[in-house]
């Protein structure tokens, strides 16, 4: 097959626009008419990050296309006065890369603002863009402080200056996680869009989404949270000797759905469009080892678009406990024109409806069971907009899967579950003049091990074949079958199996240099027996290489 670069890139671009995320888009700022005068401003309008660091960064690529590289090639007429501000000042202050593996720094300095320029620019400008970069990647955490999960105090000042002065601002948030948002209702811009790290594609990517070309329709796959502080994980996190996962599985929606539905400020799911879309027809239906949810997306709005559709269960408590919601499924219509509609159905296996039991308190130690019950259902945009679709009950407990323990803890501690609790009217979740059902923590003993993994591996170890050394059998003659996979490797010993399985490491010379290692025939006695190199590739944006050879970045 024919690597078609061009073709490739068209796909790229087109999946990083589906993936940016729109949170505001105040007075309908988005998308910019055509000639439209733009300001930009924010060093990574230049310092564009089109991925992560590590085995995902280090892509040799032919080019990369930046957020101020799209917007020069379009029809916007860009504020001149302010880029070559920029261009004089990062002069003086380059991009640093850090020194050594994963020690890029999460931000690059930034420019200070002067007052003047930014009024000046808002004068001639019809709309502002700021653009907030942060790097990410393997070996390099995150942690709750300026320039990482937290802006700037130069970023700051650069929003709240653009937002004061600009009756239109747009902030794209260049990164590969989440970042605080508190600053969004402090400055209140006009549109906030998450773009992510888009490969080699984003700036185009964009671009498209700015102008209109695409309508977003990306989700959050993350929780926002008003504070750090709100997530459970954040207390037990950083320590570099030990870290307690005492939230359980009540991470991210399934813990605020549950405990903080008051502390979401954009909830699981959550992504605006250009035009607007109604969910009809919502309806479960069981079928054989599950579910079918099925609903009618209709385009209501003036513009092309796609719309995401997400169904949650609410399982009952039971003797385990469950988060208030679960996502069990979910689709993407295609683009919909003003007034098409799409059926969409989504399968539901009874296995997304389980429940692990790692305590055996069903009865069912270390099986994934559905306790006894009504499950309930809800369809929606996210997981706040969900109408209720339907119930089933199940009158048994049904075993979805059996499994056997495998890591479980070894030292005590404390983790958190449900507790039933009736809410009134006034209060959290409550409807007016109703009373609700609400959950409140309550803690319980994590189940500790009870098998050594060792003691249980050396116990169902298979008995050991002999070595029958070198009796001429090539891996070709498996192929042929001339002799068997088993007959040909008993010809090797217990030295050669190592090198066949495990190989060298990364930048082995045997391979390509900058992939992730070697295996099979490493060693001249392997490859006497016509076992060849592998070559292991490595990252998750694209393919790593420092032989020269050009490869692609994507956004993952």
Not at 97 to 111: H, I, L
Not at 165 to 189: H, Q, T
Not at 398 to 423: D, H, Q, Y
Request: charge should be negative; glycine fraction near 12%; hydrophobic fraction near 35%.
């Amino acid at each position: 097959m024919i690597f078609d670069m061009k073709k490739y890139a068209q796909t790229a671009r087109k999946a990083a626009a589906e993936g940016i995320v729109m949170l505001q888009n105040t007075g309908d700022v988005l998308p910019l008419k055509e000639g439209a005068k733009v300001a930009v401003f924010g060093r990574n309008q230049y310092n564009y990050y089109k991925s992560g660091t590590g085995s995902g960064g280090l892509v040799n690529t032919a080019y990369v296309v930046g957020i101020r590289d799209a917007l020069e090639g379009s029809s916007f007429i860009l504020d001149e006065k302010v880029g070559k501000t920029y261009e004089e000042w990062l002069k003086g202050h380059p991009y640093d890369k850090g020194k050594g593996w994963g020690n890029e720094p999460w931000v690059q300095e930034e420019m200070p603002l002067p007052d003047e320029l930014v009024s000046k620019a808002a004068k001639e400008s019809d709309a502002a863009i700021v653009v907030i970069g942060r790097s990410a990647g393997e070996d390099h955490d995150n942690a709750a402080k300026p320039g990482s999960y937290l802006l700037t105090e130069l970023e700051e000042q650069m929003i709240e200056k653009v937002c004061h002065a600009f009756e239109k601002s747009i902030v794209l948030l260049n990164v590969g996680n989440i970042i605080d948002m508190k600053w969004v209702e402090k400055y209140s811009p006009s549109a906030v869009l998450y773009v992510w790290q888009g490969g080699q594609e984003g700036g185009n990517s964009v671009l498209d989404v700015l102008c209109g070309a695409v309508s977003p329709s990306g989700r959050l796959t993350d929780t926002i949270a008003y504070d750090i502080e709100d997530y459970p994980s954040t207390k037990n996190f950083g320590s570099e000797t030990e870290n307690c996962y005492a939230e359980d599985i009540y991470v991210g929606y399934r813990y605020f759905e549950t405990f903080a539905k008051d502390r979401v400020m954009y909830p699981f799911g959550y992504g605006l469009s250009y035009t607007t879309f109604d969910c009809n027809n919502k309806k479960i239906e069981e079928k054989d080892n599950g579910l079918m949810a099925y609903c009618t997306v209709t385009n209501t709005g003036t513009a092309a678009g796609k719309e995401s559709i997400m169904v949650f269960c609410e399982p009952p408590q039971g003797k385990m406990g469950k988060p208030a919601r679960v996502l069990v499924g979910f689709a993407k219509t295609g683009e919909l024109l003003p007034g098409e509609k799409e059926e969409l159905s989504v399968w539901i296996p009874q296995y997304h409806l389980a429940s692990y039991d790692d305590s055996g308190i069903t009865g069912y130690r270390s099986c994934y069971v559905l306790e006894a019950g009504e499950y309930k259902f809800w369809i929606g945009t996210d997981v706040r907009s969900g109408e209720y679709a339907g119930s089933v009950h199940y009158k048994d407990l049904i075993v979805a899967e059996r499994l056997e323990e495998a890591l479980a803890p070894t030292k005590a501690f404390c983790r958190i579950r449900p507790e039933r609790m009736e809410l009134t009217a006034g209060k959290t979740g409550a409807e007016c003049g109703e009373a609700t059902v609400g959950y409140r923590i309550a803690r319980e003993d994590a189940p500790l091990r009870t098998v050594n993994p060792m003691e249980r591996r050396n116990q169902n170890l298979p008995e050991t074949a002999s070595c029958k050394g070198n009796m001429g059998y090539r891996l070709p003659d498996v192929e042929s079958g001339v002799v068997s996979m088993e007959e040909f490797l008993s010809q090797l010993s217990d030295e050669e199996l190592v090198w066949l399985t495990r190989g060298e490491g990364m930048n082995s010379p045997k391979t390509t240099p900058g992939t992730g290692g070697a295996f099979g025939g490493v060693t001249e006695e392997l490859l006497g027996y016509g076992i060849p190199i592998g070559c292991c590739s490595d990252g998750p944006s694209g393919i790593r290489l420092d032989c020269g050879n050009l490869a692609f970045s994507m956004r993952i």
